[in-house]
C-alpha cells in the first residue's frame, strides 16, 4: 500500500474550558485516518462531535483559541504538527485548500471575487498578474459561473448564495491542491443548489485529482458522494468504513439510529421515526466509558470500558458488540428509541 | 434493492364535513424596498402572491419551498404577525384578516406559533417554569396553584421532567428547548399551531424525537398543524396533505402520498430529485443528472408568464407569457402548470 496522502495518527485536542476547574476539555479524542490521493472522504456527526475541530486542527487554522493539539498529522510524508505559521501557511491555500459552510466568510467584501483569486493565485505560484487573471477567468468557468469574465468582476455581495459558494470552490481549485477540505459546503444552501454543488465537488476529482475530506451532518450527502466515511461522536470515531459498507451494513448503534433518524422520501411512511434518545453529551459532561452508552439500547455491563476503534480493518466500529449480536440489537435499538 | 410499493400514507380526511379551521383566500403579502431617492425609486416584492388553501381540522398541510419563496412571510401572515395586503384569512369561521388588537385577542390562545429557534424566543433570565406559565398568567385566571399544576402537566406532555422546570433556558439542549416552546404553545389549548421549520435548526439524532412529539402531540389534543420546513423528507414524514411554494405561489398541492409519489409540476419533482438520499448509487451507475439549474430568481424581479420556466425543462413558448393558474387536478390536488407530468387520477 503506497504512503496516503494525509496520514492522522491519535489526534487529540484540547480546550480551555469555561470554568478553570474543568481544566482542559478534550474536543477531539484519538482520531485516526488516512486519505488516499484522489479520495473522498466523508466526515459525519452531529453538531459538537470534533467532525470540524479535527480538521481545523489538521489545517493548524485553531489559531490563539488556547488549543493543545497533540497526536500527529503528516501530509505527503511531512509532520505538518509543530510547523512555524509561516510554513503552514505555504501549504494551506496551496497543497491543501479549503472550503467552508459560509462563503462570506472566506471572501473579503471589498474586493472583487476576480482579485480574491489572483490574489491567491500569486501567493502560492509565480504566475503573472495577467496569466494570473486568465487562470482565474478559466478557474471560474470551471466551477459553472455563467459569463466568467464578467463575474471576475463582481463583488461577493452582487452574487447569490450558491454563486459565492462556486467561488470560494474556484479560489480553493486555483492551486491545483492535493486535498481538498470541505465543511458543510452546502449546509447553507438551498436544496436544488445543494444538489449543483455537489455535482460539482464529483466532478472536481476527476478534472483536478483533488482528494477531498467532506464534512457533513447530513448523512444523505456523504452517501452519494464520498468513498470512505467516518463516523464521530463526543469526539471519537466510532465507525469507519467504505460507504456502500457503512451505508448497507452498519456495525455502530449511533449510525443505526442517525441512518433509523432520516425519514424516508420514498416507500412506506413509518408511523413513527425511530430516533436516538436523549441529546449528544456536553463536553466537560463526558461519560466515563463509551461516550454513547448513556443514549444505547443495548449498552451493558461491559460499555463502562471505553471501547478501541480498532486500528486494522476498512470497516469496524468502536463498539463491544461481537458481530453475531448486531442484527438483534440493531432491531432492538432502531424499536427501543422509538418509545423514547 | 427492490423497490417498495406505494407508500400507505394515511390519506388525509376524506371530503370534509366540517368547515375549515383555517381558510386562506388570495392573499397577498406586499412589502416596498428601497427609497424614492434610491436608484430604481420604491419598489414592491410580491412575497405571497395570491395564495389560497383550506386548513380541516386534524390534518397537517406540510408548506415546502426554497429559501425566499414566502413561505415564512405566509406563516407569519396567518397568525397575523404581518399585516395582509389583500386576500382574506379565515379562521374558525371568522374573518380575521383586519381584525384590531382587541378582537384578535380572544383568538390568540388558539392560534399559537411554533418558531425554528426557540432559545430567541426564551426570555433568558426567567426560569423554564415561569416561561411555560407565561401564556396562562396573560390569557387566563388560573391561580398560581392552578398555574402550577397546569406547568407540571405541559411539561410531562412535551417530555420535560418537573425539575428541570426551575433551571433557566441555557441550560437546555437545542431539542429540550425547542420542547419548552412547544409547551408553551400548547399551554393555551391552541386549535391550530403554525411551525415555521421546528426541527431544521436541530441534529438529525434529536429532529427525529421532536417530529415523534409533535405526531403524539395532534392525535392526543387533536391538533391541527401548518407546518412549514425547507427539508421535503421532514415534511413527507409529518404531513397529510403537502403546498410546494414557489416564489410567493403555491404551484402545488395534494395528499402527501400523491405528491411524493407523482409530482405533477415540474419544480415539484425536481425537488425531490435533488434530496440527496441516504443510499449509496450502484456501482458503476451513472450519476442522475443535477435536476435543476441556476437559483431561484429573485422576488423583486419575477420572470413574466411561468414564475418557474426560466428553469423549467419542458417550458414553452405558452409558460413564457401565461401565468398558469392553480387548478383542480382531481383526487385532491391541484397544479399551477400549463403541461403537468403525470396524468393525475
Not at chain 1, 459565492?164 to 486535498?179: K, Y
Request: hydrophobic content about 45%; overall charge positive.
Amino acid at each position: 500500500m503506497p504512503e496516503p496522502l494525509l496520514q492522522v495518527r491519535d489526534l487529540r485536542v484540547s480546550f480551555p474550558g469555561a470554568n478553570a476547574e474543568h481544566g482542559l476539555l478534550r474536543a477531539v479524542d484519538g482520531v485516526s485516518f488516512d486519505l488516499a490521493a484522489g479520495e473522498v472522504l466523508g466526515v459525519v456527526g452531529e453538531s459538537g462531535s470534533g467532525k470540524s475541530v479535527t480538521l481545523l486542527s489538521v489545517l493548524g487554522l485553531l489559531g490563539h483559541s488556547g488549543a493543545v493539539v497533540e497526536g500527529s498529522v503528516r501530509f505527503k510524508g511531512r509532520e505538518l504538527l509543530g510547523l512555524s505559521p509561516r510554513e503552514l501557511q505555504r501549504v494551506r491555500g496551496g497543497d491543501i485548500a479549503m472550503v467552508f459552510q459560509d462563503p462570506m466568510t472566506a471572501l473579503t467584501p471589498v474586493y472583487s471575487i476576480g482579485w480574491q483569486i489572483v490574489e491567491q493565485l500569486r501567493a502560492h505560484t509565480d504566475l503573472s498578474r495577467a496569466a494570473a487573471k486568465a487562470r482565474a477567468i478559466e478557474l471560474l468557468a470551471a466551477v459553472g459561473l455563467p459569463n466568467p469574465a464578467a463575474q471576475f468582476d463582481r463583488y461577493p455581495h452582487q452574487l447569490s448564495g450558491g454563486m459565492r459558494q462556486r467561488a470560494v470552490i474556484a479560489m480553493a481549485l486555483s492551486c491545483n491542491p492535493a486535498v481538498l477540505v470541505a465543511d458543510e459546503p452546502t449546509t447553507a444552501l438551498d436544496v436544488s443548489v445543494q444538489a449543483q454543488i455537489l455535482e460539482l465537488i464529483h466532478r472536481l476529482r476527476s478534472d483536478f485529482g483533488s482528494a477531498v475530506v467532506l464534512i457533513t451532518h447530513d448523512l444523505g450527502v456523504v452517501a452519494g458522494l464520498a468513498d470512505r466515511v467516518l463516523v464521530m461522536y463526543a469526539g471519537r470515531v466510532v465507525e469507519r468504513g467504505s460507504a456502500r459498507a457503512l451505508f448497507e451494513a452498519a456495525q455502530h448503534p449511533y449510525t443505526w439510529g442517525l441512518l433509523g433518524s432520516i425519514p424516508p422520501l420514498a416507500g412506506p411512511r413509518p408511523r413513527r421515526l425511530p430516533s436516538i434518545a436523549g441529546a449528544p453529551p456536553a463536553l466537560d459532561a463526558l461519560p466515563a466509558g463509551c461516550a454513547f452508552a448513556p443514549r444505547c439500547a443495548v449498552a451493558d455491563a461491559r460499555c463502562a470500558t471505553r471501547p478501541a476503534l480498532p486500528a486494522q480493518g476498512a470497516h469496524a466500529a468502536a463498539c463491544v458488540l461481537a458481530p453475531e449480536q448486531r442484527a438483534a440489537a440493531r432491531e432492538r435499538c432502531l424499536q427501543g428509541g422509538v418509545t423514547a | 434493492m427492490t423497490q417498495p410499493p406505494d407508500p400507505p400514507i394515511p390519506s388525509p380526511v376524506t371530503l370534509p364535513t366540517q368547515p375549515p379551521l383555517l381558510a386562506v383566500k388570495n392573499l397577498s403579502k406586499h412589502y416596498t424596498v428601497g427609497s424614492t431617492f434610491a436608484r430604481g425609486g420604491r419598489r414592491s416584492v410580491q412575497a405571497v402572491d395570491g395564495v389560497s388553501f383550506d386548513l380541516w381540522p386534524g390534518e397537517t398541510l406540510g408548506l415546502v419551498g426554497e429559501s425566499g419563496c414566502g413561505k415564512s412571510t405566509l406563516a407569519r401572515c396567518v397568525v397575523r404577525l404581518h399585516e395582509v395586503s389583500a386576500g382574506q384569512l379565515w379562521f374558525d369561521g371568522q374573518d380575521i384578516t383586519h381584525a384590531g388588537r382587541a378582537a384578535l385577542r380572544p383568538l390568540r390562545p388558539q392560534l399559537q406559533m411554533v418558531f425554528q429557534d426557540p432559545y430567541a424566543s426564551l426570555n433568558p433570565r426567567r426560569r423554564v417554569g415561569e416561561l411555560i406559565a407565561e401564556p396562562l398568567r396573560v390569557h387566563t385566571r388560573l391561580n398560581a396553584v392552578e398555574r402550577q399544576s397546569r406547568v407540571t402537566e405541559l411539561a410531562g406532555l412535551v417530555g420535560l421532567r418537573a425539575d428541570q422546570l426551575q433551571r433557566f433556558p441555557h441550560e437546555f439542549s437545542g431539542g429540550q428547548r425547542q420542547r419548552i416552546g412547544i409547551a408553551r404553545a400548547l399551554a393555551l389549548n391552541p386549535k391550530l399551531i403554525v411551525a415555521d421549520e421546528p426541527v431544521s435548526a436541530l441534529d438529525v439524532s434529536v429532529q427525529a424525537q421532536v417530529i415523534n412529539l409533535l405526531a403524539d402531540l395532534q392525535e392526543r389534543l387533536g391538533l391541527t398543524y401548518l407546518f412549514i420546513a425547507h427539508d421535503l423528507s421532514v415534511v413527507r414524514q409529518v404531513s397529510t396533505r403537502t403546498a410546494v411554494m414557489y416564489l410567493g405561489r403555491i404551484v402545488e398541492i395534494g395528499p402527501t402520498a400523491a405528491v411524493y409519489s407523482q409530482p405533477a409540476h415540474p419544480y415539484t419533482a425536481a425537488l425531490i430529485a435533488a434530496v440527496p438520499r441516504p443510499v449509496v448509487p450502484a456501482a458503476g451507475a451513472p450519476r442522475p443528472a443535477v435536476a435543476l439549474q441556476g437559483d431561484p430568481p429573485s422576488p423583486l424581479d419575477p420572470p413574466p408568464g411561468c414564475r418557474f420556466h426560466p428553469r423549467c425543462p419542458a417550458a414553452t413558448a405558452l409558460c413564457r407569457s401565461v401565468s398558469p393558474t392553480l387548478r383542480d387536478s382531481g383526487g385532491g390536488r391541484k397544479v399551477a402548470c400549463h403541461h403537468p407530468w403525470s396524468a393525475v387520477g
